[in-house]
């Protein structure tokens, strides 16, 4: 059976890193998906909510980066699992994510890229379903939203994105991915 490892990266997003750590509460008691969350040093406080991600992570790494995508390369360095998905600080699992079906397509598939379906939240409690595109939108815009993406971690390397970018560097490793036509196998949960 494939393992999967979640990296979360934070800083300062207390609220943000609680809501993720809730949505992990029944992936992180299986066997084959360990955490990994990279803090970037924040300001930690009594009682504070990183204490909880450091009992619960499999690996906590907590010092200054370069930025976020710095922060997600140091996360998959320590990544031990089949696939990846980088769930970040406020970001959660989508509220009808079926880890056995992923695994089974994991198993099955051993796809460069498995993705599903994501959701956007608004603070005033609206959500939109955001739609997932075929790869081939990629030459015109992002096809899938990374809290909804999982990547064989053989496929990526230790360092998958190009910490240069201050955003949109999801968007560059997709289309790196696709260059090398490492996304020719790829599916939909």
Same mark, same amino acid.
């Given at each position: 059976?494939?393992?999967?490892?979640?990296?979360?990266?934070?800083?300062?997003?207390?609220?943000?890193?609680?809501?993720?750590?809730?949505?992990?509460?029944?992936?992180?008691?299986?066997?084959?998906?360990?955490?990994?969350?990279?803090?970037?040093?924040?300001?930690?406080?009594?009682?504070?909510?990183?204490?909880?991600?450091?009992?619960?992570?499999?690996?906590?790494?907590?010092?200054?980066?370069?930025?976020?995508?710095?922060?997600?390369?140091?996360?998959?360095?320590?990544?031990?699992?089949?696939?990846?998905?980088?769930?970040? !600080? %406020? *970001?959660?699992?989508?509220?009808?994510?079926?880890?056995?079906?992923?695994? $089974? =397509?994991?198993?099955?598939?051993?796809?460069?890229?498995?993705?599903?379906?994501?959701?956007?939240?608004?603070?005033?409690?609206?959500?939109?379903?955001?739609?997932?595109?075929?790869?081939?939108?990629?030459?015109?815009?992002?096809?899938?939203?990374?809290?909804?993406?999982?990547?064989?971690?053989?496929?990526?390397?230790?360092?998958?994105?190009?910490?240069?970018?201050?955003? !949109? %560097? *999801?968007?560059?490793?997709?289309?790196?991915?696709?260059?090398?036509?490492? $996304? =020719?196998?790829?599916?939909?949960?």
């Amino acid at each position: 059976m494939a393992d999967l490892t979640i990296i979360t990266i934070h800083l300062n997003d207390f609220d943000g890193l609680l809501r993720t750590i809730q949505s992990l509460g029944p992936v992180l008691s299986r066997d084959n998906v360990e955490w990994v969350v990279v803090d970037g040093g924040s300001k930690r406080r009594d009682g504070d909510v990183v204490e909880q991600a450091e009992s619960h992570a499999n690996k906590f790494i907590s010092e200054t980066d370069k930025g976020v995508y710095d922060a997600m390369n140091k996360g998959t360095c320590f990544a031990s699992g089949d696939y990846v998905l980088y769930l970040n !600080a %406020g *970001d959660e699992l989508h509220p009808e994510f079926d880890i056995d079906k992923f695994f $089974l =397509l994991a198993d099955t598939t051993h796809a460069e890229m498995i993705w599903g379906q994501c959701m956007e939240c608004y603070e005033n409690g609206k959500t939109i379903q955001i739609k997932t595109r075929s790869v081939s939108w990629a030459w015109y815009c992002m096809p899938v939203c990374h809290p909804a993406t999982f990547f064989r971690r053989d496929s990526i390397g230790d360092h998958p994105y190009d910490a240069w970018f201050r955003i !949109a %560097g *999801d968007y560059d490793l997709i289309c790196h991915l696709l260059n090398e036509e490492m $996304l =020719l196998n790829h599916c939909s949960l």
